[in-house]
């Protein structure tokens, strides 16, 4: 793949809107399709969610946990849905929040972001918390390979806080440093870089200057975990155009209908994108 990711994910925002929709086949979501929590359950709801939403969001984010909980089976059914989404139009950011050192690291990088392994996507979510240069063989694989990264910065979860939000010795945050080592990453690189952020939009207040992030952030937390469209103001301001919205579980709700998903799907991306306008 010859497009770096940063270019070809601000092409499918400005072409469908700033909306990711996470695919993560809950237990509770199977039984509220009507589905068995069982592996022919998971490749029924995931066939029908790629129906109605590949090619029409700018990106789809599988949950890997909610494969995995299946075995061999389960990532069977997941590497079919990378596949075929990637095909479709909608980039695949397969959210699995690896995070190691050294060889476990590059191996990590080989599964997710090597054009020869099943489980490639466009993109992956990973954690720094082991220090962010741990993530040079997952960022360099990415590069290489027209891909990208979303590294944890400041999440969504309220268990975080103690740790993203601690200050260092040199008076910046935790998520501010990862920031800050993204946007090295990122300098220079036109119209956006390819490593992103994780940044909640449940957080209120970040602290973090995200003037100089130059990359894509990844949104997670509204609908369902109680954020709204009209929070993302408030969390991101001046950052507002990179800003990727998430939504899972309040429109995947709205299943199994097709065109239920669609409407869903639609709602909250015309939400997102008049949010952002205002200030973009």
Same mark, same amino acid.
């Given at each position: 793949m010859t497009e770096r990711f940063g270019a070809r994910l601000r092409a499918a925002m400005d072409a469908l809107g700033p909306l990711c929709v996470g695919?993560?086949?809950?237990?509770?979501?199977?039984?509220?399709?009507?589905?068995?929590? $069982? !592996?022919?359950?998971?490749?029924?709801?995931?066939?029908? *969610?790629?129906? =109605?939403? &590949?090619?029409?969001?700018? @990106?789809?984010?599988?949950?890997?946990?909610?494969?995995e909980r299946f075995g061999s089976r389960g990532i069977a059914v997941l590497e079919?849905?990378?596949?075929?989404?990637?095909?479709?139009?909608?980039?695949?950011?397969? $959210? !699995?929040?690896?995070?190691?050192?050294?060889?476990?690291? *590059?191996?990590? =990088?080989? &599964?997710?972001?090597?054009? @020869?392994?099943?489980?490639?996507?466009d993109a992956v979510t990973v954690s720094p918390y082991l220090g962010f240069g741990s993530l040079a063989p997952i960022i360099d694989k990415a590069q290489q390979n027209g891909l990208g990264a979303f590294v944890?910065?400041?999440?969504?979860?309220?268990?975080?806080?103690?740790?993203?939000? =601690?200050?260092?010795?040199?008076?910046?945050?935790?998520?501010?440093?990862?920031?800050d080592e993204i946007s090295q990453v990122n300098a220079g690189v036109r119209p956006m870089?390819?490593?992103?952020?994780v940044i909640g939009a449940t957080v209120g207040d970040t602290g973090l200057i995200l003037t100089d992030l130059n990359g894509p952030i990844l949104a997670p937390g509204l609908g369902a975990q109680g954020g709204r469209a009209e929070d993302l103001r408030?969390?991101?301001g001046d950052a507002l155009p990179f800003v990727l919205p998430s939504w899972?579980?309040?429109?995947?709700?709205?299943?199994?209908?097709?065109s239920a998903l669609r409407a869903a799907a639609q709602r909250a991306r015309d939400s997102c994108a008049s949010a952002i306008a205002v200030t973009a």
């Open positions: 695919i993560d086949p809950h237990p509770s979501l199977l039984a509220r399709w009507g589905l068995s929590d $069982d !592996v022919n359950g998971l490749e029924a709801f995931v066939r029908t *969610a790629g129906e =109605a939403l &590949a090619g029409r969001v700018a @990106a789809i984010k599988p949950q890997s946990a909610f494969f079919s849905a990378i596949r075929q989404l990637r095909g479709s139009g909608s980039l695949v950011i397969l $959210d !699995v929040k690896r995070g190691d050192i050294g060889s476990t690291a *590059a191996a990590y =990088a080989d &599964a997710y972001l090597d054009p @020869a392994s099943p489980l490639c996507a944890l910065a400041m999440t969504s979860n309220p268990e975080g806080a103690s740790v993203q939000r =601690a200050v260092g010795a040199g008076g910046r945050s935790v998520a501010q440093a990862v920031v870089g390819d490593v992103g952020a408030a969390v991101f899972s579980r309040e429109v995947l709700s709205a299943g199994p209908d097709v």
